[in-house]
């Protein structure tokens, strides 16, 4: 049966895809934090559309919930040292293209 | 209000983290030298402490498993502590390693600034890695990984003055967080199939149902995706070679020795207690993973000048080594695998801190810049190539045994021969760099400034001379390690103990 819940799993899957192609393919830096922002943001819908479906009842799973909100704050912690490294590199480049960051052998 | 045993060792170090910077201004105040550095240190002793009350509290529990409900919420909801003998055996190898990098830290960082950072950096990332261990949930488990990982990013990072740190930061972080979000993809779809995120009620849902389902391969590939980019497995190693000699020597340490363990541990949890090895055969894969990720490692460490990035490039090889036990499954596997994890933390613990000792005379990584150093300074020079002779696998060594045990496992269980073929010739390839690197340093009569050269100061000695000292009592005499990794690995193989304790004997 293809129930309403699908429909989410599947935009959060597809969020999650934009994700994954925002960090692997792009080189600006803040384009790279974005992609991981838009994938945590896929997971957490994926938490809430599971957290209705697997509730034997109407009432909405608080656990998934409780997950999601957390993970928005770790989330934030993330993205402020991601963005202080951007900085950082900022001040010693004058570029945030990773492809400049090149002195690393990859 | 008493505080729970098992939380004693995370609230202790989670304090500590507080407290530092109060202590340090109040040392400002009173113009005592070195108070923050002490207090930093005995912090890591009360924990080790802690944890060794808490082993006498599991040992004397009926199962060895210990479960403790942090909410009035009962288990299937509510926040849990399960900690069982692996737990103990990890948080100890966790607060050992923690105390030794500290006491390291207090000469080997006494030029850099803001040092309350530093070392509340230090506890936190030790405490994120102790609750991940404890956790008995994937909430409490994905709260306490990324307290250890956001830590160890701003830690690689510490010296932002260089663009290396930097660099190599931004890249950990951004591959840790891909490994981490990939897991927490996962934990979301298992939380679909089972409606529950703890992790012995989701065992036993997934194994009341039949069949092993695609969706349930999908999820454990993610896992193994997830937690292999924190254990830096084969193909997703990339960011280890350069975070770890990015970072100070002590950090360089403990992310060698114990936080990519905590990658090693969590995929053992979750594959043994969740994903049963008879209904879901992921020994091969395993097993190919670990081929490759020590022949890439081995190889790779061959071309390095740069001391610290050939141990980066030895850990990888050495992870490759840990999994042959995981892979093979089996008590005696996991008894060698857990026996190599304690080996390991010790040996590379050792061998980067006393690289960290070279690094603090001569301001530089490069091999054949410090050639002739260990003729001005023996102590450390002797301990080092302990170390490496215990990585290589000499027989009066630690590494020997633990080595032999993984490669007898491989040997034993049907089909792995290959493993342990793969093994044994990886390990006669390491021994070419490690001994290359003892050779460069004493071969020559050391010439120019190294001449001058005194011995590193006596705090950064003693705990390079303790971990020395242990590698070869454990080499010779490793009865009590073994008996506990055999207890650990076999408490890893009774998912039922583990279940039960959890579920209330149901």
Same mark, same amino acid.
């Given at each position: ?106 | ?8 060792? &995370? ?8 407290? !530092? ?13 070195? +108070? ?10 009360? %924990? ?26 009962? #288990? ?43 070392? %509340? ?21 994905? !709260? ?55 992790? %012995? ?7 009341? *149902? ?27 190693? *990339?960011?280890?070679?350069? %975070?770890? $000699? ?15 363990? =905590? ?6 949890? +979750? ?12 020994? +091969? ?21 740069? !001391? ?7 850990? &990888? ?17 996991? *008894? ?20 960290? =000792? ?14 002739? &150093? ?21 027989? #009066? ?23 342990? !073929? ?48 242990? &590698? ?5 005499? $490793? ?15 009774? #998912? ?11």
């Amino acid at each position: 049966m293809f129930s309403e819940v699908n429909w989410y799993l599947i935009t959060a899957m597809i969020l999650c895809l934009i994700g994954v192609y925002g960090m692997v393919i792009k080189r600006n830096a803040i384009r790279i934090v974005i992609g991981i922002e838009i994938l945590t943001s896929g997971i957490h819908l994926n938490f809430i559309a599971l957290g209705v479906a697997v509730s034997p009842t109407q009432i909405v799973d608080v656990l998934a919930q409780t997950i999601v909100i957390l993970s928005i704050v770790i989330g934030a912690c993330v993205a402020t040292v991601a963005l202080m490294f951007i900085i950082q590199a900022y001040r010693h480049y004058g570029t945030i293209d990773v492809r400049r960051l090149r002195r690393l052998r990859w | 209000m008493e505080i729970p045993i098992v939380l004693q060792p &995370i609230l202790t170090l989670l304090a500590a983290a507080i407290l !530092v910077p109060v202590i340090s201004f109040i040392g400002k105040a009173l113009k005592s030298e070195k +108070i923050r550095e002490i207090f930093a240190v005995s912090g890591f002793i009360v %924990a080790f402490y802690k944890v060794f009350i808490l082993y006498e509290a599991v040992m004397s529990t009926p199962g060895h498993v210990i479960k403790y409900d942090l909410s009035g919420y009962g #288990p299937p909801f509510g926040v849990v502590f399960t900690v069982d003998l692996l737990s103990v055996f990890m948080a100890f190898l966790f607060c050992g390693l923690g105390t030794m990098a500290a006491i390291f830290s207090v000469r080997y960082m006494e030029e850099d600034s803001g040092l309350d950072k530093y070392y %509340a950096l230090l506890c936190t990332m030790v405490a994120g890695m102790v609750g991940v261990v404890f956790a008995g949930d994937f909430f409490n488990f994905f !709260v306490f990984w990324e307290t250890m990982c956001i830590s160890s990013y701003v830690l690689v990072a510490f010296r932002t003055g260089r663009w290396e740190p930097i660099e190599a930061g931004f890249k950990y972080l951004v591959m840790s967080t891909f490994g981490t979000l990939l897991v927490l993809y996962a934990m979301s779809l298992l939380y679909g199939l089972t409606g529950t995120l703890n992790f %012995a009620y989701m065992a036993q849902a997934i194994s009341s *149902t039949s069949a092993a389902s695609p969706v349930l391969y999908f999820i454990l590939g993610l896992m193994i995706v997830g937690f292999g980019v924190s254990a830096s497995i084969a193909p997703f190693h *990339t960011w280890l070679p350069d %975070a770890h $000699p990015a970072a100070p020597s002590p950090i360089s340490a403990l992310l060698s020795g114990v936080v990519i363990k =905590a990658g090693v541990y969590a995929l053992c949890r +979750i594959s043994f207690l969740i994903f049963p090895l008879i209904h879901f055969h992921w020994g +091969i894969l395993i097993g190919i993973i670990s081929v490759l990720t020590m022949t890439v490692g081995n190889i790779l460490a061959l071309w390095q000048n740069d !001391v610290k990035r050939l141990l980066a490039y030895s850990s &990888i090889a050495q992870i490759g080594y840990i999994l042959v036990g995981v892979a093979a499954g089996t008590q005696l596997g996991l *008894t060698g695998t857990i026996f190599h994890i304690f080996n390991h933390a010790l040996m590379k613990g050792a061998a980067f801190l006393c690289a960290g =000792a070279f690094i603090y005379r001569a301001e530089t990584r490069m091999l054949h810049e410090l050639s002739g &150093i260990g003729r001005r300074m023996p102590i450390s020079t002797i301990t080092l190539s302990i170390a490496l002779f215990g990585l290589i696998g000499m027989p #009066p060594l630690n590494g020997f045994i633990s080595k032999l045990i993984l490669f007898t496992s491989a040997f034993l269980s049907p089909g792995m021969v290959w493993l342990a !073929v793969a093994g044994v010739v990886n390990s006669a390839i390491s021994a070419a760099y490690y001994l290359r690197f003892i050779v460069v340093l004493i071969r020559h009569e050391p010439a120019g400034k190294i001449a001058m050269f005194k011995e590193a100061p006596i705090t950064m000695l003693a705990p390079i001379c303790v971990m020395a000292a242990f &590698i070869i009592l454990f080499g010779i005499w $490793p009865q009590p390690i073994l008996d506990f990794a055999q207890e650990a690995a076999a408490s890893l193989l009774r #998912p039922e103990a583990y279940i039960s304790a959890v579920r209330g004997g149901l």
